[in-house]
């Protein structure tokens, strides 16, 4: 898959967002599966890597950069 796109895993996550040869890559939104927003930033190889915003399920926010998360 490349270009944007929609994927959903088993655990119940949704990815939104950008691909390349399959891989979360460029600009994307990941959703818990209850709907709430996980991360929405830059993906380099299917990781949150670049800046960011991280959403945890007590409600904190960090907005900043990411090296090979998510």
């Known amino acids: 898959m490349n270009g944007n796109g929609v994927r959903y895993y088993e655990n119940g996550e949704i990815y ?14 990941s959703y818990y599966s209850n709907g709430d927003i996980l991360y929405d ?9 670049g800046e960011g ?16 998360s998510m």
Request: proline share 0%; charged share 35%; aromatic share 16%.
């Open 41 to 49: 930033g830059d993906w380099v190889n299917d990781e949150g890597e």
């Open 16 to 29: 939104k967002g950008q691909f390349k040869n399959s891989f979360r890559h460029g600009k994307g939104k």
């Open 53 to 68: 915003t991280y959403h945890n399920l007590k409600g904190e926010i960090y907005i900043g950069k990411f090296k090979h």
